[in-house]
């Protein structure tokens, strides 16, 4: 099958490789001319043949929109725009619309796997009509992990990029759980290795985990995490889980925590903690310390 591929970074580009080894052919365009195949998009859509299929992977938010309409001026009916970032839901449903007044189709994939899914496969969660969905499996079967797991069609336009919203959330929470463990036992008198507990963990217990095996991973290449700061950003997903969980008044109390732990570290001095130190020394002429 042929594919073109928008966005060739650490993913979209892994993709692109890992589609080819296994001999389908895909056409990539990339604002770096280093990693492009083509010089812009007008040129991947006239080095595929129709009906077309093209993969976006490009950052959420205003480059996937731009992206999708120019997609729209120059793809005919028949083709299929399959969007692989991490959008959030909504979106899907305005480029759906958009698309489909022109007989184009558009499916949204949720992936999971970063810089190890060349290697290990892809997770992919597909929105999406069926029909559109069943022309692209020669390409889902390829990027997914080898076995009956890592591929699901979760829905129609939009559940694929809510199923990975989901998927991101809980990550947020298993991160911040381990992280809260590790620095337990950093605190404590009682463990005097404890990366070395990290890694007793991989084998037979009940909180196993690729998380966990990249913290061990972490931990080998830096003991003691001095060459990072505990600086952490987020890529939204998280907060639009969070948003979702207000909105249906669904009780998300790790992962919202999870969330909150990384807009706390980014503040070198948390105003919030400044005012309850304010507040007792006021009220029990408790010990403040000076800036």
Do not use: C
């Amino acid at each position: 099958m042929q594919l073109g591929m928008i966005g060739l970074g650490k993913m979209g580009g892994n993709m692109r490789s890992r589609l080819r080894e296994t001999g389908h052919r895909v056409v990539g365009y990339d604002r770096d001319p280093a990693k492009a195949d083509v010089g812009s998009l007008a040129e991947l859509v006239e080095a595929l043949e129709a009906p077309r299929a093209v993969w976006v992977m490009v950052p959420s938010g205003e480059p996937t929109r731009s992206t999708v309409a120019e997609l729209a001026e120059l793809l005919s009916e028949g083709d299929i725009v399959i969007e692989g970032g991490n959008s959030h839901f909504a979106d899907d449903a305005a480029h759906a619309e958009l698309l489909g007044e022109r007989g184009i189709g558009y499916v949204d994939v949720g992936v999971s796997g970063g810089v190890w899914g060349f290697t290990e496969g892809y997770a992919l969660m597909v929105g999406g009509a069926e029909a559109d969905v069943e022309r692209l499996m020669p390409i889902f079967e390829e990027l997914k992990p080898e076995g009956e797991h890592g591929f699901v069609h979760a829905g129609g336009v939009g559940a694929g990029h809510y199923a990975k919203m989901v998927h991101n959330g809980i990550e947020y929470a298993m991160m911040e759980a381990y992280a809260e463990g590790y620095e337990l036992m950093k605190a404590s008198e009682q463990v005097v290795d404890v990366p070395a507990v990290i890694k007793s963990w991989r084998s037979g217990t009940v909180i196993r985990s690729w998380l966990l095996d990249l913290l061990d991973r972490a931990l080998d290449e830096d003991p003691e995490l001095d060459r990072i700061r505990g600086w952490v950003a987020d890529s939204g997903e998280g907060r639009w889980t969070v948003e979702e969980a207000i909105r249906l008044r669904v009780p998300l109390p790790a992962i919202a925590d999870s969330l909150f732990a990384r807009y706390a570290s980014r503040q070198d001095d948390s105003p919030a903690m400044k005012a309850v130190a304010a507040l007792r020394n006021q009220f029990g002429g408790h010990a403040v310390k000076p800036e």
